[in-house]
């Protein structure tokens, strides 16, 4: 996908329910597009993640960038509903806004399917701070989002450097020991010690009380 397309979803859907009598029940898959280049007044959208709310509602998460289809500059973290399986959307929800030259990016959303909670990750940047990483939350199915939680300090191990969530959607186990478990997906950079030179690595970030508190698991 390059910066000056759209962002479409392309769904399948059940024409009539299976039966014994109908074995042969037929699917159909449509085209919609999401977000449309120039729409609401951005320039590009990006880095899109999609998910199902327990409710059925369809969540979709992308960068709206203001200006350019740069990664940086003034980018804010955007969202589109359905209620009807895809085929149609509702108005751009602004989740987080940028203004000046903050970046709200990397959208990583969850949906935790014993609470219903949607839990969103996302990476705020500008300005000299590095990337931080922050999680915010929704209790109604992405109609209302709570204000974002900086959780750098839990994630951050003491030799990296930044910390960006993504880009994709994140899991919950549902079998095992673990079952319950949000598990999220990161990259990170990183000092090795002694050295100058800056690394990058991958990681997935975890959390047992439903993403109220967070910490580093598998690291690559």
Do not use: C
Request: without cysteine; proline residues 5%; glycine residues 14%.
């Amino acid at each position: 996908m390059t910066a000056a397309t759209s962002i479409a979803l392309v769904a399948t859907v059940q024409v009539a329910p299976p039966s014994a009598a109908d074995p042969g029940t037929s699917t159909t898959s449509h085209r919609t597009t999401v977000f449309t280049r120039g729409e609401g007044g951005y320039h590009t959208f990006r880095i899109p993640a999609l998910v199902e709310a327990t409710d059925g509602s369809l969540l979709a998460f992308a960068e709206g960038r203001v200006n350019s289809p740069r990664d940086t500059g003034d980018i804010d973290l955007v969202l589109k509903r359905s209620t009807d399986g895809g085929v149609t959307w509702g108005s751009i929800q602004v989740i987080v806004g940028g203004g000046g030259t903050e970046k709200w990016g990397n959208p990583v959303p969850v949906v935790d399917l014993t609470t219903g909670r949607i839990v969103l990750n996302t990476t705020r940047s500008g300005g000299e701070d590095v990337q931080r990483d922050v999680i915010l939350h929704s209790d109604d199915h992405g109609v209302s989002w709570s204000d974002p939680v900086d959780i750098t300090s839990e994630v951050r191990l003491d030799h990296w450097r930044s910390v960006v969530g993504g880009p994709g959607h994140g899991i919950q186990i549902t079998q095992g020991e673990h079952a319950g478990r949000l598990v999220l997906p990161g990259r990170h950079t990183y000092f090795e010690p002694g050295q100058d030179d800056l690394h990058t690595g991958g990681h997935a970030l975890i959390s047992d009380d439903g993403g109220e508190s967070w910490r580093v698991g598998a690291v690559d």
